[in-house]
């Protein structure tokens, strides 16, 4: 299969490194990362349990009229739109979103007339400098159609990522599975950004109660939304994710300790937009979303 990796950073790079032992692969990188994989491969470390491997996808910085089966995009969320647009341009038959936070599938649906797959990724990794990338934990890939149902792209996707080594799963129900995701993201991410925490922060006070409430007000609004996700199997999915990630840093306290944009507006920031859309309030959402809002704002992030 031809694979365009639009958005080739930490996760993006161990995904198509990974798929790139099977399949050629193009990684769409920045600069300093895409000259340093053509002049001597991508080297993988932490995959094997045999050591470090070096594979040779193609990199360019270029994402515009690229041709490919399918386009897997890992860029933040609010890059969706000009991902979309630059993927236009050229010529795929499919794309997969494995990106944090909610409405990006929408934003390449409403760009490109293709379809377009769900999709979620529990590995951990980080581009430890131009042209390596450290898989820093054995997670899975769950993917399917947004909507839900069955599908048959979908499948051969799943085929292709699991001849390659991934841990995949195709599901039928991904809209629950990205609420319940965006959940998880909502009770972890902001606290932990806010506070320059680990993940494991939050299980215990006063954090905890902060968690619990971000997640069961998303859980209310998935609801809202007609997914079925309750407040229980929100908790439990949160606390586990923080257990069993305690020592981890979340991507949105990364991007804050580096002095990034945060992806808040597709996370917190969409349970609000969501709730305003039902007439529900969720105070403890708005809160989050506008503490860190207000922290990009005072460093000319937004």
Wanted: overall charge negative.
């Amino acid at each position: 299969m031809d694979i365009v990796v639009f958005g080739a950073g930490s996760l993006g790079s161990l995904v198509g490194g990974v798929l790139a032992r099977d399949h050629d692969v193009t990684l769409v990188a920045r600069k300093p990362h895409a000259r340093a994989v053509r002049e001597s491969g991508l080297r993988l470390e932490g995959v094997d349990e045999d050591g470090p491997t070096r594979v040779f996808p193609t990199a360019t910085t270029d994402g515009t009229e690229l041709e490919a089966d399918l386009a897997v995009v890992t860029v933040k969320s609010f890059d969706t739109a000009s991902a979309a647009t630059a993927l236009a341009t050229g010529s795929v038959d499919a794309v997969l979103s494995l990106q944090n936070g909610m409405g990006n599938e929408a934003t390449l649906a409403s760009r490109l007339d293709v379809p377009i797959l769900a999709g979620t990724a529990t590995y951990g990794a980080i581009l430890r400098e131009p042209g390596v990338v450290e898989c820093t934990g054995h997670g899975d890939i769950v993917l399917g159609d947004r909507a839900g149902g069955q599908s048959a792209l979908a499948a051969r996707v799943g085929d292709a990522f699991a001849v390659s080594g991934l841990e995949t799963t195709v599901a039928d129900d991904m809209p629950r599975r990205l609420w319940a995701k965006l959940a998880v993201n909502a009770g972890i991410n902001p606290v932990t950004a806010l506070t320059a925490t680990e993940n494991g922060a939050i299980l215990a006070e006063p954090a905890n109660d902060l968690a619990r409430a971000a997640t069961r007000e998303t859980a209310r609004i998935a609801r809202a939304c007609d997914v079925s996700l309750s407040n229980r199997e929100a908790l439990a999915e949160m606390e586990a994710v923080a257990e069993a990630t305690a020592a981890n840093t979340s991507s949105m306290s990364q991007d804050v300790l580096a002095g990034r944009r945060t992806e808040i507006d597709a996370i917190n920031g969409y349970v609000v937009d969501r709730a305003a859309d039902h007439s529900l309030e969720v105070p403890t959402n708005r809160t989050l979303a506008t503490l860190v809002e207000t922290w990009e704002r005072g460093r000319d992030l937004r």
